[in-house]
């Protein structure tokens, strides 16, 4: 059973940066690719970023340039570092295997506001 922890958020001007961490247990992290996912209020659940076990990185449009998806396999972590933050980023954030399977973490709030 996926145990999912994310940690990082909070409220941060336009413009401004985050770093979202995730542990993960349960898995066999090291061959899982993860991802980060957002859900805004009145909104679906989308996927932001995904990277592979072999690192491969992929990123929605709204936000290539500005989110950067990392991981530690020794550390069963993944991490969304978040820069330029723009208020239509307030979500939300989950991280989760890719594809999604199993329960779903508490997630933590990004709100970006002046």
């Known amino acids: 059973q996926v145990q999912l922890v994310e940690s990082g958020g909070g409220l941060v001007q336009p413009g401004g940066s985050l770093r979202l961490s995730c542990v993960a247990s349960?898995?066999?992290?090291?061959?899982?690719?993860m991802a980060w996912y957002r859900q805004a209020p009145g909104k679906e659940r989308e996927l932001v970023a995904r990277?592979?076990?072999?690192?491969?990185?992929l990123y929605v449009d709204s936000v290539k340039g500005r989110f950067t998806i990392s991981r530690d396999n020794g550390k069963n972590a993944v991490y969304l570092q978040m820069n330029s933050l723009k208020p239509e980023d307030t979500a939300v954030y989950y991280c989760?295997?890719?594809?999604?399977?199993?329960?779903w973490g508490q997630g933590t709030q990004v709100t970006v506001s002046s």
């Open positions: 349960g898995i066999d992290f090291s061959i899982k690719s």
């Open positions: 989760h295997t890719f594809p999604s399977q199993g329960g």
């Open positions: 990277i592979t076990s072999t690192y491969y990185t």
